[in-house]
Nanobody, 126 residues
């Protein structure tokens, strides 16, 4: 079992930055890959980015490249998402999740993730 708790969300003006954190407890991250997803009001949840904890490989949704950076601190069992140049369209609940392996370009599939956090709200004002 893995428990995930996101933090770092909040209200920010367009063009600003936020760093989300996802603290894990239970089994360590070292044998898993992790990802960030988001769900905007009235929309389906969408993939943001993923990282393989052991090898450091990353994979981003095309629309997130260049503005968002995913990283991990294995010593702290914490996953991060640095978000820069935020836009109102980035407003959503952001979720972290853990999968049992690294699947490369398939890492954006929700079905590959076994554990999910409760989400943290990010609101970007114009």
């Amino acid at each position: 079992q893995v428990q995930l708790v996101e933090s770092g969300g909040g209200l920010v003006q367009a063009g600003g930055s936020l760093r989300l954190s996802c603290a894990a407890s239970g089994r360590t991250f070292s044998t898993y890959a992790s990802g960030w997803f988001r769900q905007a009001p009235g929309k389906e949840r969408e993939f943001v980015a993923a990282i393989a904890w052991s090898g450091g490989s990353t994979y981003y949704a095309e629309s997130m490249k260049g503005r968002f950076t995913i990283s991990v601190d294995n010593a702290k069992n914490t996953l991060y998402l640095q978000m820069n140049s935020l836009k109102p369209d980035d407003t959503a609940v952001y979720y972290c999740a853990v999968s049992r392996g690294w699947y490369g370009r398939n890492q954006g599939r929700e079905s590959l993730y076994d554990y999910w956090g409760q989400g943290t709200q990010v609101t970007v004002s114009s």
